[in-house]
């Protein structure tokens, strides 16, 4: 078996085990997967209740490796994240207490709920994979992935991410509701006794380790990418800057993410190839929370999703 076979199998027990509990919502699971392999943030975005928080809880059952969740508040500090020094009476020196933060999956649970002098405390985590206190910079563990939730803007108490908190997270997903048929296996499972409180009664098994995961992410580095493929993503990404409906493009942060997650994507699909096709399917994940509309095309009811399509339909995918 190849290494791309093995990383595709791999990828396909993940997504069966935490299947055992979330039931649907098979774009949501899946994308969340492949940002795991390329070591991507997440945002994933719904009203309550749709299993947001039950997705990453039930993934750090399939993975076996150290995972901590914050429960985001207004009252929420930095140093809550982060961790802080303490004075050693008996040393006569400051010693590091570290914070939740240092572990390898990190759920940032309804992230919008804290100010956002408390959300910047992730940014030099997300982008640089340590966390500096007092001057000295503080590794994170391999890997490292925070997977962060929120309620719609709308909802009552929330505080907007600011852009450059936004602009760290590869992928910004949205939770919608499950179809009838999906609701009622959902209320199936609680009819015979499975329970989401109690994740033992679902049989979910451990299928990843991280020393697995960081070896999944330096194979995805074998993935062949061709030049034209390469220019596809940049053409996209060019077109959201000039695109009369949009006040502010996607950074060069979002060509990088659509080939990492191309690669990723790829390999799940058991190439060692990036398609145009791969690209089309994750820039809806990637560019949603990079574009700012202006107020002209938000009055006339115009949406980001709207306008990824016709970014989409207006460059000229090539040909193989």
Known sequence: MSDIDAIAERFDRVLAEIGKVLIGQEELVEATVVALFCEGHVLIEGVPGLGKTLLVTTLSRVLTCPFRRIQFTPDLMPSDITGHSIYDMQEKRFTFNPGPIFTSLLLADEINRAPAKTQSALLEAMQERQVTIDGVAHPLAQPFITIATQNPLEQEGTYPLPEAQLDRFMFKLLVTYPDIDQ?????????????????????????????????????????????????????????????????????????????????????????????????????????????????????????????????LDAVEAPQP
């Open 183 to 311: 609701e009622a296996k959902i209320l199936e499972n609680y009819a015979r006794g499975h329970d989401h409180r109690r994740l033992d009664s679902y049989d979910v098994q451990p299928v990843l380790t991280a020393a697995d995961i960081v070896s999944i992410q330096k194979a995805m580095k074998r993935v062949v990418i061709e030049p034209a493929v390469i220019r596809y993503i940049t053409q996209i990404v060019a077109k959201t800057r000039s695109w009369p409906a949009v006040e502010v493009g996607a950074s060069p942060r979002a060509s990088v993410n659509l080939l990492l997650a191309g690669r990723a994507l790829a390999v799940c699909r058991r190439r060692n190839f990036v398609t145009p096709d791969d690209i089309k399917s994750l820039a809806p994940w990637v560019l949603r929370h990079r574009l700012r509309l202006n107020p002209e095309a938000e009055i006339e009811g115009t949406t980001v999703e709207a306008v990824i399509r016709s970014i």
